[in-house]
């Protein structure tokens, strides 16, 4: 797997880990932190791998086991704007607990 990150991403400004057996989106007080170097401000954009097991994510609805784009272990998504990153949300399939870790990047800082 190759993984290329750009500098017009922005700054790496937060991390977290999803654990998502619902319907997960990306916390939004990562997306618009309220405290701290880039408080107030809006994510650019967000790095997301999946780690263990499949996931099904969505952008414009609830995801499910069976419906949503499928990503295997080792797959990244690169999420870029404020309203895919608020929209984005992710779930487990059939096989497992999946696992995804998420990077998110602001501008300045």
Do not use: W
């Not at 618009?32 to 954009?45: D, R, W």
């Not at 895919?84 to 607990?97: H, K, M, P, V, Y």
């Not at 995804?100 to 300045?108: A, L, Q, S």
């Amino acid at each position: 797997m190759k993984m290329v990150i750009r500098e017009e991403l922005g700054k790496a400004s937060g991390y977290e880990a999803l654990a998502p057996t619902v319907s997960t989106g990306i916390t939004a007080a990562l997306l618009t932190p309220t405290s701290g170097l880039f408080k107030g401000k809006m994510a650019k954009a967000a790095l997301l791998t999946v780690e263990t097991y499949p996931i099904r994510f969505r952008q414009e609805g609830t995801p499910t086991a069976d419906v949503g784009h499928y990503v295997t272990p080792g797959q990244t998504i690169t999420i870029t704007g404020m309203t895919n990153l608020e929209s984005f949300r992710c779930i487990d399939t059939a096989a497992g607990a999946s696992s995804v870790r998420v990077t998110v990047f602001h501008e300045g800082g």
